[in-house]
């Protein structure tokens, strides 16, 4: 159980186009999901909290007007990188916070990997 | 200064032998903790919690001094494919994660 699932698994985009990244919890109902994003040989930095029906609460220094992010379901987030460049290159790895576990209790996604040209 | 830091390794060693790591952690506050291991291009999966009194799950041990603030993590009769980064985990605020950048562990044959 709790299997998180992600979509696209990798893109590769022109710069200056946006890319929309799926993250769905298949087997149970998420409350809150999580976006993060990994550099390589980096740890993964979180960029925002996602709480269904509510707008997404962003880490400092991450531009929400860039990555939106739009929590419309129980079981579905979506981020969306817009007018991609380069630099935005990076993995991103969704996760979900499971209602009746402890807090920091996190089933992650497989990941989508972005590779803007 | 970063929540949570880990020695990155990497840390190479043959089949069978024992391997210890340790990663610190900044926020006094924290009250769960855990390991995660990820595979190269891989999400992280998690490997064990840690316990105030330390803990293991059959060839990791993992143990917590939070007077020091540092966790550590020992891998027993290593096998191949303990092969991986090995991530510390802590939470910050609520619940939200901190993680380490990874201490990469390469078991050779």
């Known amino acids: 159980g709790a299997v998180v699932s992600q979509h696209p698994s990798w893109v590769i985009c022109k710069s200056g186009t946006s890319v929309k990244i799926e993250c769905r919890s298949l087997?149970?109902?998420?409350?809150?999901m999580f976006w993060y994003r990994q550099f390589p040989k980096q740890s993964l930095m979180l960029m925002a909290t996602?709480?269904?029906?509510?707008?997404?609460?962003?880490e400092q220094g991450v531009e929400k007007d860039k990555f939106l992010i739009n929590h419309a379901s129980l079981t579905l987030s979506t981020l969306t990188v817009t007018s991609a460049h380069p630099e935005d290159s990076s993995f991103y790895i969704c996760?979900?916070?499971?209602?009746?576990?402890?807090?920091?209790?996190?089933?992650f996604g497989p990941g989508t990997r972005l590779t803007v040209l | 200064r970063k929540e949570v830091e880990q020695d990155p390794g990497p840390f190479n060693v043959p089949e069978g032998a024992t391997v210890a790591f340790n990663c610190t952690y900044s926020?006094?506050?924290?009250?769960?903790f855990f390991w995660y291991r990820q595979d190269c291009r891989k999400e992280p999966k998690l490997l064990m919690s840690v316990y105030s009194s330390g803990n293991e799950d059959g060839r990791f041990t993992a143990q917590l001094n939070r007077a020091s603030q540092y966790i550590s993590l020992l891998i027993r009769d290593s096998k191949l494919s303990d092969s991986a980064t090995y991530l510390c985990?802590?939470?910050?605020?609520?619940?939200?994660?901190?993680f380490g950048a990874g201490t990469t562990v390469t078991v050779r044959a």
């Open positions: 996760s979900a916070r499971l209602a009746g576990k402890p807090q920091d209790t996190q089933y």
């Open positions: 985990v802590v939470n910050s605020d609520d619940y939200k994660l901190s």
């Open positions: 087997d149970f109902q998420a409350t809150t």
């Open positions: 996602s709480n269904e029906g509510s707008k997404a609460t962003y």
């Open positions: 926020n006094s506050a924290s009250q769960s």
